[in-house]
């Protein structure tokens, strides 16, 4: 557990629109799992927070909600990503890549001297 | 732009859809507590355990709710809803206490809206209508210890062809008229007025015309004409134009409607509103020492008017 890294404000918004793109539609609960599989549970993902990020999104019309059966037969919300969605994911990707590439140099530097 | 506009309006309708929208959320967290007891008793744990477990890994439901509530809408909105929502609960509580204060807002507003009103329309706009109010001024004779001397026409006219100051000069004496016939007569407030009175004040008729140059002679008796206010005229007459040029019964005398003053116009005196404006009406009776002098004259070389109370 405290190993853990805490998430950076706004990433999990990538990593939710980044989750259905390559999953197709989601509840909440199969996104959350989804995210702690990826980053191999380094990641502390407080559950509920998805929740929040997924209302944000909602908001932006980067995803929609469709009510549906969940595998254990109930009544779940299924998440999908929208066209604009797709967009934001991509130009969200380039962003988050330069400045990854951007602080891990800057670190490199510091780490040289 | 469009965009944040239409986040905005979703905002303000997921305050009234709380209620919705709450427990959407709350059967979507169900579920979500339900895969995760799931999972926890494939991995051997007991029922209770699981969902202990389940409910735990999720975090504060009822925190979730608010922070939900907090995104999805407008925080304050929904925070100021709530306040209203109580405050009518606790009027509700005590309704005498409500009964008092409203009574009180109430009584309050009141007074400060009738002494505005009034002091609108005694100092701030005492001559509503008249093009150039500030060059108007009211004259009126008292005798050294102050009291209020009665006014002959004589005098006045004196005045007025005497008086340097001022450019103009009417007369205007306020007076209660009985318009219609003996069976069915009504009480209107109205003023005499010298010929010119109109003029003076540089007003235009709504409709019909004033008294004309032939009529601004300040002979006695020698017009039976009658100007009256719009008010009078929308209320008596319809607002009919085809009432100009017929006649009224004031007194016991025929006057002709010759002209309807502006709907602002009320009348010489701050304060007070008048209906009908005649050249000195009811002249028959009228004995020039019973009249006091008030007169309205304008300050400079511009002009004067005078008005006349009731004697």
Same mark, same amino acid.
């Given at each position: 557990?405290?190993?853990?890294?805490?998430?950076?404000?706004?990433?999990?918004?990538?990593?939710?629109? #980044?989750?259905?793109?390559?999953?197709?539609?989601?509840?909440?609960?199969?996104?959350?799992?989804?995210?702690?599989?990826?980053?191999?549970?380094?990641?502390?993902?407080?559950?509920?927070?998805?929740?929040?990020?997924?209302?944000?999104?909602?908001?932006?019309?980067?995803?929609?909600?469709?009510?549906?059966?969940?595998?254990?037969?109930?009544?779940?919300?299924?998440?999908?990503?929208?066209?604009?969605?797709?967009? #934001?994911?991509? #130009?969200?990707?380039?962003?988050?890549?330069?400045?990854?590439?951007?602080?891990?140099?800057?670190?490199?530097?510091?780490?040289?001297? | 732009?469009?965009?944040?506009?239409?986040?905005?309006?979703?905002?303000?309708?997921?305050?009234?859809?709380?209620? &919705?929208?709450?427990?959407?959320?709350?059967?979507? @967290?169900?579920?979500?507590?339900?895969?995760?007891? &799931?999972?926890?008793?494939?991995?051997? *744990?007991?029922?209770?355990?699981?969902?202990?477990?389940?409910?735990?890994? %999720?975090?504060?439901?009822?925190?979730?709710?608010?922070?939900?509530?907090?995104?999805?809408?407008?925080?304050?909105?929904?925070?100021?809803?709530?306040? %209203?929502?109580?405050?009518?609960? %606790?009027?509700?509580?005590?309704?005498?206490?409500?009964?008092?204060?409203?009574?009180?807002?109430?009584?309050?507003?009141?007074?400060?809206?009738?002494?505005?009103?009034?002091?609108?329309?005694?100092?701030?706009?005492?001559?509503?209508?008249? *093009?150039?109010? &500030?060059?108007? *001024?009211?004259?009126?004779?008292?005798?050294?210890?102050?009291?209020?001397?009665?006014?002959? +026409?004589?005098?006045?006219?004196?005045?007025?062809?005497?008086?340097?100051?001022?450019?103009?000069?009417?007369?205007?004496?306020?007076?209660?008229?009985?318009?219609?016939? &003996?069976?069915?007569?009504?009480?209107?407030?109205?003023?005499?007025?010298?010929?010119?009175?109109?003029?003076?004040?540089?007003?235009?008729?709504?409709?019909?015309?004033?008294?004309?140059?032939?009529?601004?002679?300040?002979?006695?008796?020698?017009?039976?004409?009658?100007?009256?206010?719009?008010? +009078?005229?929308?209320?008596?007459?319809?607002?009919?134009?085809?009432?100009?040029?017929?006649?009224?019964?004031?007194?016991?005398?025929?006057?002709?409607?010759?002209?309807? *003053?502006?709907?602002?116009?009320?009348?010489?005196?701050?304060?007070?509103?008048?209906?009908?404006?005649?050249?000195?009406?009811?002249?028959?009776?009228?004995?020039?020492?019973?009249?006091?002098?008030?007169?309205?004259?304008?300050?400079?070389?511009?002009?004067?008017?005078?008005? @006349?109370?009731?004697?």
């Amino acid at each position: 557990m405290e190993n853990k890294t805490e998430i950076l404000q706004g990433t999990l918004d990538l990593m939710v629109l #980044q989750a259905l793109q390559a999953m197709g539609p989601l509840h909440g609960y199969g996104i959350a799992r989804r995210i702690e599989q990826l980053s191999e549970e380094s990641l502390k993902v407080n559950q509920g927070t998805v929740y929040l990020c997924l209302v944000r999104l909602l908001q932006k019309k980067w995803i929609k909600a469709e009510w549906g059966t969940s595998e254990n037969n109930r009544k779940a919300r299924f998440y999908s990503i929208s066209k604009a969605g797709q967009k #934001q994911l991509v #130009q969200e990707t380039e962003n988050w890549q330069r400045l990854s590439g951007t602080i891990g140099r800057l670190l490199q530097l510091s780490g040289t001297r | 732009m469009f965009g944040s506009l239409h986040r905005m309006a979703g905002r303000i309708r997921a305050v009234f859809q709380s209620n &919705e929208l709450d427990r959407d959320l709350r059967m979507e @967290l169900e579920a979500h507590i339900q895969l995760l007891a &799931e999972e926890h008793i494939r991995k051997g *744990a007991s029922q209770e355990e699981a969902q202990r477990l389940a409910r735990i890994e %999720l975090g504060g439901v009822e925190q979730l709710r608010e922070a939900h509530r907090d995104v999805r809408a407008l925080p304050w909105l929904d925070t100021l809803l709530q306040d %209203l929502r109580f405050a009518f609960r %606790l009027f509700r509580k005590s309704p005498g206490f409500t009964a008092i204060a409203v009574l009180t807002l109430a009584l309050g507003i009141g007074a400060s809206t009738t002494i505005f009103s009034w002091v609108r329309s005694v100092l701030l706009n005492p001559l509503p209508g008249v *093009a150039n109010p &500030e060059r108007v *001024a009211a004259l009126e004779t008292l005798a050294p210890n102050g009291e209020w001397l009665p006014t002959s +026409y004589l005098d006045f006219r004196d005045l007025r062809d005497g008086c340097k100051l001022s450019e103009k000069m009417s007369v205007t004496k306020p007076m209660d008229l009985a318009v219609g016939n &003996e069976d069915s007569f009504e009480r209107v407030w109205g003023e005499a007025v010298s010929g010119d009175f109109f003029d003076l004040l540089q007003l235009k008729p709504e409709i019909g015309r004033f008294f004309s140059r032939e009529e601004v002679d300040h002979e006695q008796n020698a017009h039976p004409l009658v100007v009256i206010g719009h008010s +009078y005229w929308a209320s008596h007459l319809h607002s009919d134009p085809q009432a100009i040029g017929t006649t009224l019964r004031i007194g016991r005398f025929p006057y002709t409607i010759i002209g309807v *003053a502006p709907a602002t116009f009320s009348g010489s005196m701050a304060g007070l509103s008048f209906q009908m404006w005649a050249q000195r009406p009811c002249t028959a009776n009228w004995r020039p020492q019973a009249i006091r002098r008030s007169l309205i004259g304008n300050g400079g070389p511009s002009a004067f008017s005078c008005a @006349l109370p009731p004697g």
